[in-house]
T-cell receptor, first 111, second 111 residues
Framework: NAGVTQTPKFQVLKTGQSMTLQCAQD?????MYWYRQDPGMGLRLIYY???????DKGEVPNGYNVSRLNKREFSLRLESAAPSQTSVYFC??????????FGDGTRLSIL | QKEVEQDPGPLSVPEGAIVSLNCTYS??????FMWYRQYSRKGPELLMY????GNKEDGRFTAQVDKSSKYISLFIRDSQPSDSATYLC???????????FGKGNQVVVIP
């Protein structure tokens, strides 16, 4: 009964390093999302995938890329990490017109 | 003006008190309204989900939606220390299923 699984849970990077955050869901949902959560800013959408094979920019896409690998998996890549990308990253999934299910997040610190 | 406004100020209440939280919004297309609960170092989990105007009750929790005033509320009766968490409102008009989130309210229930 895993739901949405995110790996890794914690990561520390140096400025300029690259990294891929992984997300997988086992609910057969069509839509998947990546958010970042920062103090005082709430949840902000980075990218989303309405269905397998499609991706679209959200509110704060700069500095990130995504890949919808298949229906289950949606990854987020930081090509050249910057301190401003220090945050907690959440992946979510949903079916149309229903609520989103969230993973427990990846805590990323960039020095 | 942000689509969803939620006063992020922390709220401390004694055990057994009624907790009242609210959000206002500007987009009249919103039809689906949610409240999420987020414990420290965890992802948001759905607490209440309502469609259009009206009230919905689930145990000690009541969600109210007033579309004419663009105002939603969450009430927690007989609050318990286990209710200590951050509560986020969210809403969508359907379509691409993107959610608009409030910034969240931190609630602390003091034994």
């Amino acid at each position: 009964n895993a739901g949405v699984t995110q790996t890794p849970k914690f990561q520390v990077l140096k400025t300029g390093q690259s990294m891929t955050l992984q997300c997988a869901q086992d609910m057969n949902h069509n839509s998947m999302y990546w958010y970042r959560q920062d103090p005082g800013m709430g949840l902000r959408l980075i990218y989303y995938s309405a269905s397998e094979g499609t991706t679209d920019k959200g509110e704060v896409p700069n500095g990130y890329n995504v890949s919808r690998l298949n229906k289950r998996e949606f990854s987020l890549r930081l090509e050249s990490a910057a301190p401003s990308q220090t945050s907690v990253y959440f992946c979510a999934s949903s079916e149309a017109l229903t609520y989103q299910h969230f993973g427990d997040g990846t805590r990323l610190s960039i020095l | 003006q942000k689509e969803v406004e939620q006063d992020p100020g922390p709220l401390s209440v004694p055990e057994g008190a009624i907790v009242s939280l609210n959000c206002t919004y500007s987009n009249s297309a919103f039809q689906y309204f949610m409240w999420y609960r987020q414990y420290s170092r965890k992802g948001p989990e759905l607490l209440m989900y309502t469609y259009s105007s009206g009230n919905k009750e689930d145990g000690r929790f009541t969600a109210q939606v007033d579309k004419s005033s663009k105002y939603i509320s969450l009430f927690i009766r007989d609050s318990q220390p286990s209710d200590s968490a951050t509560y986020l409102c969210a809403m969508t008009g359907g379509g691409n299923n993107r959610l608009a989130f409030g910034k969240g309210n931190q609630v602390v229930v003091i034994p």
